[in-house]
């Protein structure tokens, strides 16, 4: 079962890349007392990811954070070099924060995960953008296809500010 606008977000312990490297991060700690937009991607330098949900979100990150949002977060299920790499490379680096969720484990509690195995992915995460106020889900888009960048968009957060 999928989290719903409403849910509070539950406790885990990411990894969040930080300018000094890879640190834990309690999600308690991401979203207490914070207004946060989340979006997950199904992958590190995929295609999608790269050339079209990223992108949205760099641009866009000062008009977001302009309307009270403390913190850009990306969640993907890849591991904490890949991700280091991938924020440089697309310019994230400064202005999303980075979360492995290298197992899937936090993604699975959340009800967002996929079988990308025909893919040659194994499990990730469906495509997805939320704003969290204090934990709590208030907005929730999911794609419908790993391959859409409509309603998880950046520009679809923004109107939802």
């Known amino acids: 079962m999928s989290i719903k606008v409403g849910d509070t977000l539950p406790d885990a312990t990411l990894i969040s890349i930080t300018p000094t490297g890879p640190a834990p991060l309690a999600t308690h700690d991401l979203f207490r007392g914070k207004k946060v937009v989340l979006f997950g991607v199904p992958g590190a330098y995929t295609g999608v990811c790269t050339k079209q949900h990223m992108p949205g979100f760099v641009q866009d990150a000062d008009a977001i954070k302009a309307k009270g949002v403390d913190t850009i977060a990306c969640i993907a299920v890849n591991d904490p070099a890949v991700l280091t790499a991938w924020s440089k490379d697309t310019g994230a680096d400064g202005k999303i924060l980075m979360l492995s969720d290298w197992n899937a484990d936090y993604i699975k509690q959340l009800g967002l995960d996929f ?29 419908d296809s790993p391959g859409q960048v409509t309603t998880s968009s950046a520009a679809n957060a923004l109107c939802q500010l």
Not at 115 to 139: C, H, I, P, Q, Y
Request: overall charge positive; proline content about 0%; glycine content about 14%.
């Open 115 to 143: 079988d990308g195995s025909k893919f040659g992915l194994g499990t990730r995460s469906k495509r997805f953008s939320a704003v969290v106020d204090n934990g709590v889900v208030k907005e929730l888009n999911v794609e």
